[in-house]
């Protein structure tokens, strides 16, 4: 995180959009009908993935990856014209959500406008052939920021899309210098001082792999000194590897206390379950019950919340990057939108901003104890990652609570709550920490 990064960020949602498929029209002006329903989830942020022209030479699929970008200050023609794009992006602000577009500056299509005007700025292999650093990568090239003029060029554009919209995701951030993002974030202010960054970085082997062939390879701690939030990446391996019950609980919860040691003080990181980049939450777990717990876990964690546009209907179906595949949103058989709605209320809390984190779980027991300790109250949450019944021992008075997402009442007795199998956040209030 920089250093002037607002923790506010944690109280805050984000919503993502693949233009392409996110309406069957796949068009910017197809979108604005839609807005109220995003923003009544609870929606602070619009993320945009990307909205460029896309290069056809060497190009994945029919339509192409929109991450193979043509021109960088350009609009793709599928998607609508420049005064379609501000038209949509004054709807979200006129439906008071923020809009950050992808910014993808590791590299470009192979038929970019920047290949024909500056070939000079791409990496070059040994055969002296433009490439790039990553093989299955094959629709695209590198930039290579020896290259001071390309600074140039990339910083001025941010600053022109500047006027229009209220931040980035950069894609891949952590392949690109860091002083070219630390510049372009104070450049950038000029136009627009509140001005949002957020870096995908990545994930540790990925990271290493770079490193070791001598490639830029930013850590989490070196892409926060310029951006205010980061991805997941750097947990997301074992995410995955308790998903696959090669780890227990207990282990993945250590990791994510770990994490939240690691960073300064105003960290904030992107928390999420799903993205255009994995698979829909939706077809790794599919009991119903476990769906909504996880959801609840999701917006209790220390962060930004991210929904990937579907996921709040419990949508399986992961959109096809490469070709033209609509959400199917009559298909959907889940609806999280009222839970989305009451965590998003619990998420302004102040001490999910500002609290002492903690997550923990008992050996063998797939339930998050977690809780905020704030201004003499906590603030706890119980969630059942398996949706099953258990008796979860926790450190509150016994008596009666109400649980804050459903009012339904929570009974402690003997220190024990026997749990439902559904998600639990409830408030207990006791005497200010002593100050030393």
């Known amino acids: 995180m920089a250093y002037d990064t607002n923790t506010e960020l944690r109280n805050q949602m984000m919503y993502s959009i693949y233009v392409r498929n996110h309406t069957k029209e796949g068009t910017f002006t197809a979108i604005i009908p839609d807005l109220p329903r995003i923003k009544a989830l609870g929606t602070d942020i619009i993320w945009l993935m990307p909205i460029h022209p896309i290069g056809e030479l060497m190009r994945k699929g029919e339509a192409g990856s929109p991450y193979a970008i043509k ?29 950050i577009i992808d910014v993808v500056y590791n590299h470009t299509s192979p038929d970019s406008v920047l290949v024909e005007e500056h070939p000079e700025w791409f990496y070059r292999r040994p055969n002296g052939k433009m490439g790039n650093k990553v093989g299955e990568w094959y629709d695209i090239v590198d930039l290579d920021y020896s290259h001071q003029d390309l600074w140039d060029y990339q910083i001025e554009t941010l600053k022109m899309w500047s006027e229009i919209v209220d931040g980035y995701r950069c894609d891949v951030a952590s392949l690109v210098p860091q002083e070219f993002w630390l510049r372009a974030r104070k450049e950038v202010a000029e136009v627009n ?32 000194e310029a951006f205010d939030i980061t991805y997941d990446y750097d947990v997301e391996d074992f995410y995955t590897a308790y998903l696959n019950k090669e780890i227990s609980l207990k282990t993945y919860l250590k990791i994510l206390m770990f994490q ?9 990181k992107l928390r999420f379950l799903e993205n255009h980049d994995h698979p829909r939450f939706r077809s790794r777990v599919a009991d119903p019950r476990a769906v909504r717990n996880w959801t609840a876990f999701l917006f209790f964690q220390k962060g930004t919340t991210l929904v990937f546009g579907g996921q709040e209907k419990g949508i399986a179906h992961l959109p096809d990057l490469f070709n033209v595949d609509p959400i199917a949103w009559d298909e959907a058989d889940m609806e999280l939108t009222m839970l989305m709605q009451r965590l998003r209320h619990l998420k302004v809390d102040a001490a999910v901003r500002e609290g002492a984190y903690h997550l923990e779980a008992e050996e063998g027991v797939d339930v998050v104890n977690g809780s905020y300790v704030y201004e003499g109250r906590t603030v706890h949450g119980l969630f059942s990652l398996d949706g099953k019944r258990h008796d979860v021992s926790v450190e509150v008075p016994d008596g009666e609570y109400r649980n804050l997402i459903d009012t339904e009442t929570i009974v402690v007795k003997d220190g024990l709550i026997a749990s439902k199998g559904e998600p639990m956040i ?6 200010k920490q002593p100050v030393f």
């Open 71 to 99: 021109d960088y200050r350009g609009i793709n023609p599928a998607y609508g014209t420049l005064e379609d794009f501000k038209m949509l992006v004054d709807a979200i602000h006129a439906n008071d959500m923020k809009c």
């Open 193 to 224: 001082p509140d001005t949002l960054w957020l870096a995908e970085s990545v994930h540790p082997h990925f990271l290493r792999e770079h490193r070791d062939r001598g490639n830029v390879g930013l850590s989490d701690n070196e892409v926060f």
């Open 260 to 268: 939240d040691g690691i960073y300064a003080k105003n960290y904030v």
């Open 426 to 431: 409830f408030t207990h209030f006791h005497e």
